[in-house]
């Protein structure tokens, strides 16, 4: 499952292999995506304090609940990249499936959370907390289903039988980084947007 | 080689020929619209630090510049030159680190009065004679200001539309727009906002720009011409206070009684050129008087009062005769201007949409100062006036493409049908020439 | 070590390809490899070569392109009051100029001297992932359609080939017409059209090609250099590419995010930036030029390479403190990120805001005069050869400066009030981009076109172009300076007499001719070159970097031997250095491993027209539009999928010199 391979003749300066350096600098690129979106989310929240009361629409529970999942589901990604790593392709593909599952599972949390925040009235057009709530943790939910697309992809391609530990280990790897920053800018988002409401 | 460098002197030479000629033909700075020829403290300061980073840029300019060139002609390469190898130096940490320094310390120059010029431009300088009741006379006008007024600096509400200003005097109460009045000599605390797109108010012989910002508030501050005490410590006046006093009016009438230009500088859609406004400083004794008239306004045609003209436009029109009177009656009736335009005095003649048009035959230009009939001597040129407005009524989409008073969702006068003719807009420009 | 890259005596026979075989991809389909039709051949390039050629071609189009928009913009001007446009047409080009220029020129023409150079410049076969590559040219042309595609609309139109009704009835205003930086709320549904998300689109589009093209530099230029390239031994120009590559995957999410609220703001009713649900329009400054003032080093870090590289090769000796000039380059780059708000000067920032913005833009002068200091350095004690890429050069030293000194004008904030939006902040910005970043282009390409074709310059064209575009650039844009401390404001369609603008305007207006035809001329000129019986051979200039240690135009592999490098300046060491610090060849006996060629960046390219497309016309209230939009994104996916699962392939290549002398 390769996305892009050079003629790469194993030759590298900074012994990093190409497909993580630039799996590295996405990331970093990414951050700024989303340090964009959450620092919007922010500075309308600071501008207009009473604009919404979020706390009376946010379920703790519910949200504690789906990041908990999205924890494990990194858990889940390491030991499916270590099993890689190994060979152990049963292994590698029992713990894919769980990262796809509980991946489904965090989006289905989200599809809720969507659905009853418009029920109750939050929309995308109420006011900014609307506008920036949505497109950030919109923004995040497409790439956590664009992480699920890619192993659901993986999963299909190692039944093929073409996928090896020694050609592919990195493929997964990358995939992993993906999928624990995806995790980690969760983590940020649900302090910064859900906790610090219920503590002010 | 010597061909090419021969070219290269050539296309020196010429450039510099260019710009000599340039500067020969078209440098007269004193202009309508001149950041050069200022008449104002903000402007002043804003004027003096770009003086000062031209020095210092020209400083440099003629150093790195001129060394730049040495170098080139000195090392060039001849048929002299031997075909050995120059020496491969790499630099010299020296050398590096003072020129470093040098550039730091020009930027400190620069730096220090930009922070002082920061500072100064920002809002009304915090003193007593910047405060409205330091100088506004209770007795001079109809309109006594609040003891809340008095204790804060005089303020005008610029309000930016697509295409055209609004200028509020909330404290007195008043609004004009395009022209606004300021009397000479006087702190003023501007506050800028927009009711659609981004605006920028520049008036760039009183002051530097700022933008109005839709939802939000901004504010500068402008004065036209020197306080007394400002002018007293340039011009080095010795003499009595009475003579000073004099000496001081004459500066004022002499050098800053006058139409100042401004215009809208941040892009605001298709009319955007066309937005500009003026500001017209007045000696205090003028203002007082163009406060009185803002605030009594007109009476209806035939010096007959409101109530009168109402009875019979509402039931015997056709005894209103003459050309104003027909054309007060487009106005109010089939040409729909009174549902945006405000005629202070009549009573029907309320909309907020679209200009104050009290005492509009009394300004110098139409249509944001696009329009204009003023002439050299700085009076009204009636003709002419009477052309713009004629112009204006029967070609305001080609005047100002995109503007509201021409297509406004059934409002405008481009929307109706059938629209105004020849005849009508001719006593309709009547009215408007009535309205001084 | 007698085994030199850099006379290379024979290479691969045409023979020798044809009997290579098409090899089969994973998912079965015959890869286009070695194909005999040249369509074929260029499309599914993944050679650095032609995709920067094909950028440079494309660029140089879109140059001429703005060219023209800026030449109607200034004829209108001539003049006052003229009516040779309307006033929303005059703003359509103003807009279409300003985003022709940035993003469809000047940033693609850097992106070819990328392509082509960086790996020759670092003794690599290619870049890190070559299909990247590919993916990041044909996404830039998906871009530059959408974004001009409301040409086409209104071509239609005025030839009453289409209107705006029926269906596409919510449609008007199909060109851009806000401003190439597009200040919020003038970019709402209110007050434009379609034109505005053609702009949003595009520049998305834009965007991603931008920053995937920049991942595969960063990568390429950390991982890919050759042995002993070290990196302070790499070439300027290089070193500056590394720093470009890292601000634009930096600043690009800015207006990413920027241009996804405003496309949401404008399909879906949300409320970043409208007024009356709460937005706050001067957001959009912020995050525009949180992006926007790192590109505009984006813009002329690049120029500063393509400089540096030139200065030393025609005065004969090293760049005076190299290490100075690369750590400058990046203090530049970081430093780029910290002034943006000294665009906002006018918009009430507040006194401390100003007045921190106001010094950090002082600061950014230190480094970019340290770097003229060098350059001045460098020809000091030199033999200064006035051949055709120096006399840009040191024209760009030149008008650079002059853009530097207006710029340091700006950095004080209160004598930035009377210039904000004025036309001299427009000559501030035309020294910088035409005396500065297109001069050093134009002595990048006489520079490095040679290398590129193999053909030499011919004749004293050049002279030309070099007397054209410096004259004309004065003639236009020195009056401005004076346009806007009279009071012009920019962006204006027309102007009244009586202002004291006439003859200012009529200069520039004149100007804007010379310069036109400079440009022209060059145009010629490149095609002259084509044209050329003259070969270029290795190094026609005495040069000091690797890409001229091979053989122009280079073979795909570049280097029948991947080099050793020992010195910085390494071919100039090779030629005049003591032995230690000669090229060395690696021993590569396997043979040379070639990436495959592929469809498949294409496809997933051409997926963002439909996509692009259909949003956009999906807002104007087009209907199905939106299956336009699923269709796009479905063929993006398929050609990525594809692409993954088709596999790198690849191939090797034997050249006889290298078999030889292994």
Not at chain 3, 47 to 65: N, P, R, S
């Amino acid at each position: 499952m390769s996305q892009e391979a050079s003629h790469d003749d194993g030759h590298h300066n900074l012994m990093v292999n190409n497909k993580k350096l630039i799996m590295w600098l996405f990331l970093g690129s990414d951050c700024m995506f989303f340090g964009t979106l959450i620092s919007t989310h922010l500075i309308y929240r600071k501008l207009y304090p009473n604009e919404f009361e979020p706390t009376q629409l946010f379920s703790l529970e519910l949200t504690s609940f789906s990041t908990f999942i999205l924890l494990m589901s990194s858990f889940l990604m390491a030991l499916s990249v270590s099993a890689m790593h190994k060979g152990q392709m049963k292994s590698f593909r029992r713990n894919v499936v769980g990262v796809i599952f509980f991946g489904l599972i965090f989006l289905g949390c989200q599809v809720y959370e969507f659905t009853h925040f418009a029920h109750e009235g939050l929309l995308v057009s109420t006011g900014t907390f609307g506008s920036t709530f949505y497109l950030m943790t919109g923004t995040h939910g497409v790439h956590v289903a664009i992480g699920i697309f890619w192993l659901i992809s993986m999963l299909f391609y190692s039944q093929s039988g073409k996928m090896e530990a020694h050609k592919n280990a990195i493929d997964v790897e990358v995939a992993g980084l993906y999928w624990h920053f995806v995790d980690i800018v969760w983590i940020v988002i649900f302090t910064v947007v859900y906790l610090i409401e219920f503590i002010a | 080689m010597t061909y090419l460098l021969k070219r290269f002197r050539n296309l020196s030479c010429l450039v510099s020929a260019a710009l000599t000629l340039l500067f020969l033909s078209g440098c007269n700075l004193n202009t309508r619209m001149s950041t050069f020829t200022v008449k104002g403290p903000v402007a002043e300061t804003q004027l003096d630090l770009f003086m000062l980073t031209v020095w210092v840029t020209g400083f440099i300019f003629l150093s790195v510049g001129g060394f730049y060139a040495y170098v080139v002609i000195r090392f060039r390469e001849t048929k002299d030159s031997t075909d050995a190898l120059p020496a491969q130096g790499h630099g010299n940490p020296l050398i590096e680190i003072g020129l470093i320094g040098a550039s730091v310390l020009l930027l400190v120059i620069i730096a220090v009065p930009t922070m002082k010029g920061i500072w100064y431009t920002h809002d009304v300088p915090d003193n007593e004679a910047s405060l409205m009741g330091s100088w506004y006379d209770n007795e001079a006008s109809s309109v006594s200001i609040s003891e809340e007024s008095a204790s804060e600096p005089f303020i005008i509400r610029a309000i930016g539309y697509r295409w055209w200003w609004e200028f509020e005097y909330p404290q007195l109460g008043i609004s004009t727009a395009n022209e606004m009045v300021i009397p000479a000599g006087r702190p003023i605390h501007i506050e800028l906002r927009s009711v659609d797109v981004i605006h920028s108010f520049w008036l760039p012989r009183i002051a530097g720009k700022v933008d109005l910002i839709p939802g939000r508030s901004n504010s500068m501050w402008i004065q036209a011409g020197d306080s007394i005490e400002a002018w007293e410590n340039k011009s080095a006046f010795t003499g009595t206070d009475l003579e000073k006093e004099q000496a001081y009016k004459t500066y004022l009438e002499e050098e800053i009684h006058d139409y100042y230009y401004g215009m809208c500088a941040e892009y605001c859609g298709a009319s955007h050129a066309r937005m500009g406004f003026r500001a017209h400083v007045v000696k205090d004794s003028e203002f007082y008087q163009w406060i009185d008239k803002q605030l009594a306004g007109h009476q209806a045609p035939g010096e007959m009062d409101w109530e009168t003209w109402y009875e019979a436009y509402d039931n015997s029109p056709e005894t209103l005769t003459g050309d104003i009177n027909e054309g007060l009656k487009l106005f109010m009736g089939r040409a729909k201007c009174a549902t945006c335009h405000v005629v202070q005095g009549n009573p029907r003649a309320v909309g907020v949409a679209g200009p104050n048009l009290t005492n509009l035959a009394d300004r110098h230009s139409i249509a944001a100062g696009w329009l204009n009939h003023q002439t050299p001597e700085k009076t009204v040129d009636t003709e002419k006036q009477y052309e713009n407005f004629v112009k204006w009524i029967a070609k305001t989409d080609e005047v100002k493409p995109g503007n509201l008073m021409w297509k406004a969702k059934g409002a405008g006068i481009g929307e109706l049908d059938p629209l105004l003719n020849e005849e009508e807009i001719r006593q309709l420009s009547h009215y408007l020439q009535s309205l001084k | 070590m007698s085994t030199k890259i850099t006379d290379i005596p024979s290479t691969l026979q045409q023979s020798d390809l044809n009997q290579l075989k098409p090899e089969k991809s994973d998912i079965g389909l015959t890869r286009p490899d070695h194909s005999k039709n040249v369509f074929i051949d260029w499309l599914t390039t993944v050679d650095h070569k032609k995709i920067g050629l094909m950028y440079g071609t494309l660029a140089l189009f879109f140059l001429l392109v703005g060219g023209v928009e800026a030449l109607v913009i200034r004829t209108q001007l001539a003049v006052p009051e003229n009516n040779l446009v309307s006033a929303q047409m005059y703003n359509q080009l103003f807009t279409m100029h300003g985003t022709t220029m940035i993003f469809l020129a000047i940033m693609p023409l850097n992106a070819a001297f990328f392509n082509f150079l960086v790996p020759l410049q670092i003794g690599a076969r290619d870049v890190a992932f070559p299909r990247i590559n590919a993916f990041s040219l044909w996404s830039f042309v998906a871009g530059a359609l959408v974004i001009n595609f409301g040409w086409l609309l209104q071509a239609l139109e005025a030839f009453g080939l289409f209107s705006a009704s029926g269906p596409t009835a919510g449609m008007n205003d199909f060109v851009p017409a806000m401003g190439w930086f597009g200040y919020a709320p003038l970019t709402s549904k209110e007050f434009t059209g379609a034109g505005t998300d053609f702009w949003i689109m595009g520049l998305q589009i834009l965007g991603v090609a931008s920053i995937s093209a920049s991942f595969n530099f960063i990568v390429t230029i950390i991982n890919m250099r050759a042995p002993g390239l070290k990196m302070m031994r790499l070439p300027v120009f290089t070193w500056m590419t590394l720093i470009v590559s890292l601000l634009i995957i930096f600043a690009f999410p800015a207006i990413t995010i920027a241009l996804a609220q405003l496309m949401f703001d404008r399909v879906f009713g949300t409320n970043f930036f409208s007024v009356a649900g709460g937005g706050q329009p001067i957001l959009w400054q912020h995050l525009f030029w949180i992006f926007g003032h790192p590109e505009v080093y984006i813009l002329v870090l690049p120029a500063m390479g393509i400089v540096s590289e030139v200065l030393p090769t025609f005065s004969k000796k090293p760049l005076f403190g190299y290490s100075i000039v690369v750590f400058s380059g990046a203090v530049i780059g970081f430093l780029g990120f910290a002034v943006w708000s000294h665009h906002m000067f006018t918009t009430g920032l507040g006194k401390i805001a100003t007045a921190a913005f106001s010094l950090l833009t002082m600061a950014i002068a230190v480094p970019t005069g340290v770097k003229i200091f060098n350059w001045v350095g460098t020809l000091w004690g030199g033999r200064v050869r006035f051949q055709a890429p120096m006399i840009f050069a040191l024209g760009f030293v030149w008008m650079f400066m002059m853009g530097g000194f207006s710029g340091i004008m700006h950095s004080s904030a209160p004598a930035d009030a009377q210039q904000q939006d004025s036309y001299f902040v427009i000559a501030h910005f035309h020294y910088v981009a035409i005396g500065g970043i297109l001069l050093a282009i134009i002595s990048g390409i006489y520079y490095w076109l040679p290398k590129m074709i193999g053909k030499m310059w011919q004749g004293n064209l050049n002279l030309w172009v070099a007397v054209m575009t410096v004259v004309g650039l004065n003639i236009t844009f020195f009056p401005m300076h004076f346009l806007g401390l009279l009071g012009m404001p920019r962006r204006y369609h027309t102007y009244l007499s009586g202002f004291g603008w006439e003859t200012y305007n009529m200069v520039c207006t004149i100007g804007s001719y010379i310069l036109g035809l400079g440009v022209a001329l060059l145009v010629v000129d490149i095609i002259l070159c084509f044209r050329s019986k003259k070969p270029a051979g290795n190094d026609p200039w005495d040069a000091r970097t690797l890409e001229w240690a091979t053989s122009s135009p280079p073979k795909v592999y570049n280097f029948a031997k991947t080099p050793i490098v020992n010195a910085r300046d390494a071919l100039w060491a090779d030629k005049y250095g003591p032995e230690s610090r000669k090229l060395g060849a690696m021993d590569e006996a396997h043979g040379i491993h070639m990436p495959s060629q592929s469809w498949m960046p294409l496809i997933a390219s051409l997926g963002f027209i439909p996509l692009g497309l259909g949003l956009s016309l999906m807002q104007a209230g087009v209907p199905y539009a939106g299956y336009a939009a699923i269709f796009g994104l479905v063929t993006i996916t398929f050609g990525i999928s594809l692409w993954a699962i088709e596999g790198p392939g690849g191939y090797h290549l034997h050249p006889k010199e290298a078999v030889e002398e292994a």
